[in-house]
């Protein structure tokens, strides 16, 4: 080691040293005596390891800055200016009001989660949201669990481990990731019996399969993509009746479910639970945190023999759901109740109904600051552009909005700039994420509701490199 370096360190102070000196003092009292040690030790191994050495203060300050990066939560709000409202990444659905109170009485309090209050006796948490569940889709019997994926999983164990599971080409689906069709079922212990092509599905190809290894038939709304043109699949009823006269349960996986009819907000018609039911599913699966709106949860609901198997499954208990989520779930189907209000209390329809005017109002304040802010280097101006609903649901289905459009005002719009201005966006204390589309970073202001503070929150932004040094 060179003679300079190894003076060096040996000049590096000492923990203790450090933890004396009255900045860390006072951090001490802010984030307590372990994390400061532990920070100051490792800002002092990064030095050694370096050669990178520093005042005392400097070390200090460094120290006090990591401790504060460290402290900042990593579950952090976002301003979801994507356009995609549901957005999977972005943790789907905002839940209502009404839910988030709901969620924290049942967080601050014992509950009666399985307690019968009437008899005094053991309940089971299934009462909560029962009858709500069973008023709103018209279904005998329900039950709830983690999220849509373990509602497939947890039927497909019960009615058909160690059997076939016939389900069309068309309808072996993914939803974003790790969730394929024919992966949970052979996880469930399903025999997958695919059938018909990607194409077209008949109904002589389900008779074709039907026998007495089936232990089900599973229909599968196609939530995330459409196949147009030449095609065929058969309809829930005529299945329904196929299933019955073979005496196996047909189950209908709806994903995002909706338990209204969004005609109503003048968004295209996606199957309802109630219509699922009314044509003669047996059990019928949904999100809670897709169309519906709620936080995170997996819907079954149909005949009451089957819900009782899945409820004698050893899985239900491994995939059932906790106080604070059942505390939000049932809060937020009893909004259901009074449909006619549901644009204002159930955040996710009063973004996907928001009136263009709203949007128009939000773009005269938020354009002035942005353009403030980027400075005269970038281009920032309304622009009309197109949201989606998100999560798989309605995916063909565009909602006409209004963005902001930002570009280079001297140089080509080109991707390495838009991604330094979507950077210094997402660097922001609360990142804002926008979508670059077309040669322009676009801010979709459906989902911009709090204005003021979108702009307060501008106050660190400088204005990102705008220029590829060719001007
Ligand atoms: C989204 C979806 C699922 C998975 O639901 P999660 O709640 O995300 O687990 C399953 N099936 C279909 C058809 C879906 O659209």
Redesign the pocket.
């Known amino acids: 080691m060179e003679k300079a370096v190894a003076a060096a360190l040996r000049k590096l102070p000492s923990v203790d040293e450090l933890m004396r000196y009255a900045t860390l003092v006072q951090a001490k009292e802010r984030f307590g005596r372990t994390a400061v040690v532990a920070t100051v030790r490792k800002v002092l191994a990064e030095a050694r390891k370096s050669g990178n050495f520093f005042s005392n203060d400097d070390f200090a300050g460094r120290v006090v800055a990591r401790l504060e990066g460290d402290a900042r939560p990593n579950l952090r709000p976002v301003f979801n200016l994507t356009g995609t409202v549901l957005h999977t990444n972005l943790g789907r659905a905002i839940v209502a009001e009404a839910a988030i109170e709901a969620a924290m009485v049942a967080m601050r309090n014992a509950v009666a989660l399985e307690f019968d209050l009437g008899g005094g006796r053991r309940g089971e948490r299934d009462e909560l949201v029962r009858d709500l569940l069973c008023e709103l889709t018209g279904a005998e019997d329900a039950t709830v669990v983690n999220?849509?994926?373990?509602a497939?999983l947890l039927v497909l164990n019960t009615l058909s481990r160690g059997r076939e599971a016939i389900v069309s080409r068309g309808e072996l689906?993914e939803?974003g990731g790790a969730?394929r069709m024919p992966e949970i079922m052979s996880r469930a212990g399903a025999k997958l019996a695919e059938i018909g092509t990607t194409n077209r599905t008949h109904k002589k190809d389900y008779v074709g399969a039907l026998g007495p290894k089936t232990g089900l038939i599973l229909k599968?709304?196609t939530?995330?993509y459409r196949i147009q043109g030449f095609t065929k699949e058969v309809h829930a009823r005529e299945l329904a009746a196929l299933a019955r006269e073979h005496k196996v349960p047909l189950v209908n996986?709806?994903?995002?479910g909706t338990l209204v009819d969004l005609s109503r907000f003048g968004i295209a018609h996606e199957p309802t639970v109630a219509e699922a039911v009314a044509e003669g599913a047996d059990l019928v699966?949904f999100?809670?945190?897709?169309l519906l709106g709620g936080p995170?949860a997996?819907f079954i609901v149909g005949r009451r023999a089957l819900i009782e198997k899945l409820n004698k499954n050893p899985m239900k208990r491994a995939l059932r759901v906790d106080k604070i989520r059942l505390a939000a779930i049932e809060a937020t189907l009893r909004l259901y109740r009074d449909p006619d209000r549901l644009a204002q209390n159930l955040p996710t329809y009063r973004l996907l109904a928001r009136p263009s005017k709203e949007m128009l109002d939000v773009s005269r304040r938020v354009l002035p600051a942005l353009q403030a802010k980027l400075g005269e280097a970038w281009e920032v101006k309304t622009a009309p552009c197109t949201s989606q609903v998100g999560?798989?649901?309605l995916p063909v289905e565009a909602l006409a909005s209004l963005g902001i459009s930002i570009v280079p005002t001297r140089a080509r719009a080109n991707g390495r700039l838009l991604n330094i201005a979507s950077a210094a966006l997402r660097d922001l204390p609360v990142p804002v994420i926008g979508r670059i589309e077309n040669g322009a970073l676009v801010l979709d202001l459906r989902c911009l509701v709090d204005v003021d503070a979108f702009i307060a929150n501008l106050a660190t932004l400088a204005p990102p490199e705008s220029s590829d040094g060719l001007a």
């Open positions: 999220n849509n994926a373990a497939v689906i939803i969730f599968v709304h939530s995330n996986d709806l994903g995002s699966t999100s809670g945190d897709k995170q997996g999560s798989g649901a």
